[in-house]
C-alpha cells in the first residue's frame, strides 16, 4: 500500500488505495477521465482513485455554492434562505447555456437547488473581492485568486481547489470551525440536502464550468448514517471537443457506484 502524507490545515492525510476495490471502473464505464476523493471521517483514512489529481486544483464551479452561501448570510447582503433575488432581466446564454426555467426571480434556496448562477453573481456583486478575500483567506479556501475582471471568478478565471481542499472545506462546514454562525451553517446544511433514506443522507453540490476549452464536472459533499460519516470530492475534466452527452448525469452516476461498492450508500 502506498501513503502519501501531507499536512493541509490541521488535517494529517493517508491516502490508500484498496488493491481488492477498482474504484477507477465507474470513470471507464462512462469514459471520462477523473477522480473521487474520500475521507472516512471515523477512522481519519483517505482513500482516492487518483493520489495525484486529489492535489490538483480547478475552478470550482458551482461547488462554490456551498461557501458563497455562507458569506452572503455573513456578510448580511442576504438575510435567509428564503429572501428573494431579483432576476437582472438577461444573462450571456453563450457563457451558461439556455435555462430558461431559471429566469426568473428566486430565492437563494432555489437557487441553490436548481444551481442557478445568475443568482449567486448577483449576490458576488453586492458582497464584493475583497469581502470574498477577506473569508476565503480564513477559510483556506483554494488559492483565492480572484484577479479576474468577472464578477463570476468561481466559473472563469485563475481562481482554483483541489478535490481534498474540498473536503477539508467540507469537514469545517459539517463541525462548524470555520468563521460563520451557527445559524448559517444551519441553514446551508439544510439547503444542501440532495438525498434522504431510512439509513443515509447525502448532502451536497454539483458544478460544471466550461473554461478553457474543458468541461470540469463537480460533485461534492458528504454522507451522514449511523455507522459512519464519509465526505467525497468527485471531478470529471475532459476537452470540450470530445462529445459525451451523458457528462452531467455521470459525476453523480460514478460517485454513486463508487459509494455503493464501498457500502457507504445502498
Same mark, same amino acid.
Given at each position: 500500500?502506498r501513503?502519501?502524507?501531507?499536512?493541509?490545515?490541521?488535517i494529517?492525510?493517508?491516502?490508500?488505495?484498496?488493491?481488492?476495490?477498482?474504484i477507477?471502473?465507474?470513470?471507464?464505464?462512462?469514459?471520462i477521465?477523473?477522480?473521487?476523493?474520500?475521507?472516512?471521517?471515523?477512522?481519519r483514512?483517505?482513500?482516492?482513485?487518483?493520489m495525484?489529481?486529489?492535489?490538483?486544483?480547478?475552478?470550482?464551479? #458551482?461547488?462554490?455554492?456551498? %461557501?458563497?452561501? =455562507? !458569506?452572503?448570510?455573513?456578510? $448580511?447582503?442576504?438575510?435567509?434562505?428564503? /429572501?428573494?433575488?431579483k432576476?437582472?432581466g438577461?444573462?450571456?446564454?453563450?457563457?451558461?447555456?439556455?435555462?430558461p426555467?431559471?429566469?426568473r426571480?428566486m430565492s437563494?434556496?432555489?437557487?441553490?437547488e436548481?444551481?442557478?448562477?445568475?443568482?449567486y453573481i448577483?449576490?458576488?456583486?453586492?458582497?464584493?473581492?475583497?469581502?470574498y478575500?477577506?473569508?476565503?483567506?480564513k477559510c483556506?479556501y483554494?488559492?483565492?485568486?480572484?484577479?479576474?475582471?468577472?464578477d463570476?471568478?468561481?466559473?472563469?478565471?485563475?481562481f482554483?481547489? #483541489?478535490?481534498?481542499?474540498? %473536503?477539508?472545506? =467540507? !469537514?469545517?462546514v459539517?463541525? $462548524?470551525?470555520?468563521?460563520?454562525?451557527k /445559524?448559517?451553517?444551519?441553514?446551508?446544511?439544510?439547503i444542501?440536502?440532495e438525498?434522504?433514506?431510512?439509513?443515509?443522507?447525502?448532502?451536497?453540490?454539483?458544478?460544471?464550468?466550461?473554461?478553457?476549452?474543458k468541461?470540469?464536472?463537480?460533485?461534492?459533499?458528504?454522507?451522514?448514517?449511523?455507522?459512519?460519516?464519509?465526505?467525497?470530492?468527485?471531478?470529471?475534466?475532459?476537452?470540450?471537443?470530445?462529445?459525451t452527452?451523458?457528462?452531467g448525469?455521470?459525476?453523480?452516476?460514478?460517485t454513486?457506484?463508487?459509494?455503493?461498492?464501498?457500502?457507504?450508500?445502498e
Amino acid at each position: 500500500m502506498r501513503k502519501l502524507v501531507l499536512v493541509l490545515l490541521s488535517i494529517p492525510i493517508l491516502f490508500k488505495v484498496d488493491a481488492q476495490q477498482d474504484i477507477t471502473q465507474p470513470f471507464k464505464d462512462c469514459g471520462i477521465e477523473g477522480s473521487i476523493t474520500i475521507y472516512d471521517y471515523a477512522t481519519r483514512q483517505w482513500i482516492s482513485s487518483d493520489m495525484r489529481d486529489s492535489q490538483y486544483p480547478t475552478l470550482p464551479a #458551482s461547488t462554490f455554492k456551498i %461557501i458563497n452561501s =455562507l !458569506i452572503a448570510l455573513e456578510s $448580511e447582503v442576504i438575510t435567509s434562505e428564503n /429572501e428573494i433575488i431579483k432576476w437582472p432581466g438577461s444573462i450571456d446564454t453563450t457563457k451558461y447555456g439556455y435555462r430558461p426555467d431559471t429566469y426568473r426571480d428566486m430565492s437563494m434556496k432555489e437557487a441553490f437547488e436548481l444551481s442557478a448562477g445568475w443568482a449567486y453573481i448577483e449576490l458576488a456583486k453586492k458582497i464584493g473581492k475583497d469581502t470574498y478575500k477577506e473569508f476565503l483567506t480564513k477559510c483556506n479556501y483554494g488559492n483565492v485568486d480572484l484577479s479576474i475582471d468577472d464578477d463570476d471568478f468561481w466559473n472563469f478565471g485563475n481562481f482554483a481547489i #483541489s478535490p481534498l481542499n474540498q %473536503i477539508e472545506i =467540507l !469537514i469545517g462546514v459539517y463541525e $462548524e470551525t470555520l468563521p460563520f454562525s451557527k /445559524e448559517h451553517f444551519s441553514t446551508l446544511k439544510a439547503i444542501m440536502i440532495e438525498e434522504q433514506t431510512d439509513t443515509y443522507t447525502i448532502r451536497a453540490k454539483t458544478g460544471w464550468t466550461r473554461d478553457g476549452g474543458k468541461d470540469t464536472g463537480w460533485w461534492v459533499g458528504y454522507v451522514e448514517r449511523e455507522e459512519g460519516l464519509y465526505f467525497f470530492a468527485t471531478r470529471l475534466i475532459k476537452d470540450r471537443s470530445i462529445s459525451t452527452p451523458d457528462f452531467g448525469k455521470c459525476r453523480k452516476k460514478i460517485t454513486k457506484a463508487i459509494l455503493k461498492q464501498m457500502k457507504i450508500i445502498e
